[in-house]
């Protein structure tokens, strides 16, 4: 089965700071996306990384996809109030050969203090 | 608007009895999938469909969670003889099958809790 392993799993800072989370497995995935979540909500798609080494913006956030594609971060540049939730990350699982479900890591929780 | 829509958003029940939740998908997803997430977690894979087909099923399901979804549009998850642990958000999503790379659009939830 692959995994998807994310840290940190929870994250407070102070407004305008920057910061990084990162998803990594040691299985190659075809594509990989991040969705952000509120509490009491369904998860929010934030981008879709399908090259190896492929880097996505939006608008502070800059998304990477690791060369292997086995591994992404999410970087946040000055970060707001407004970015606080949970970040998750997910993969298409490829056991057995067929296109299965689609697995998450645990989620990094993220606080960002005014 | 014509997202993922899922019914109740909230349902509290007793040990013991059924529930049902509903979910309808954005209108030309061929696939739908059910998760389920307890506080501070990630979702968990509980089942997904293609079209009407029931392709996956976790190996950590219970035997009491049965999922249909009869002319593969809306999808219903029963539990069956609830319990404590089955206390969690139960989330649906939908996904368009093109290529190997599938994003998947959730519903809002339906929180369950088991008193």
């Known amino acids: 089965t692959q995994l998807l392993e994310q840290s940190p799993q929870f994250l407070s800072i102070q407004e305008g700071e920057n910061l990084t989370v990162y998803c990594n497995s040691s299985?190659?995935?075809?594509?990989l996306q991040w969705y952000r979540q509120e509490p009491g909500e369904g998860p929010v798609l934030l981008v879709t990384?399908?090259?190896?080494?492929e880097v996505k913006k939006l608008k502070r956030l800059t998304f990477q996809f690791g060369d292997a594609r086995k591994d992404s971060s999410l970087h946040i540049t000055a970060a707001q109030p407004g970015d606080t939730g949970l970040y998750l990350c997910?993969?298409?699982?490829?056991?057995?050969?067929?296109?299965?479900?689609?697995?998450f890591g645990k989620g990094t929780k993220l606080s960002v203090k005014p | 608007d014509t997202g993922v829509s899922q019914n109740p958003r909230h349902k509290i029940t007793k040990r013991g009895q059924n529930v049902t939740f509903r979910c309808d998908p954005i209108s030309e997803h061929n696939r739908l999938y059910w998760y389920r997430q307890t506080l501070g977690q990630g979702p968990e894979f509980l089942t997904y469909f293609q079209n009407e087909a029931q392709l996956e099923k976790s190996r950590l399901l219970s035997d009491r969670f049965s999922a249909e979804r009869p002319k593969g549009s809306f999808s219903t998850l029963e539990i069956q003889r609830t319990e404590q642990g089955d206390s969690a958000m139960y989330l649906c999503a939908s996904s368009l099958l093109l290529g190997p790379n599938t994003e998947a659009f959730f519903g809002q939830g339906t929180r369950l809790t088991v008193v």
């Open positions: 990384v399908v090259t190896g080494g």
């Open positions: 997910a993969g298409n699982q490829r056991d057995g050969g067929s296109q299965g479900n689609l697995i």
């Open positions: 299985s190659v995935f075809s594509s």
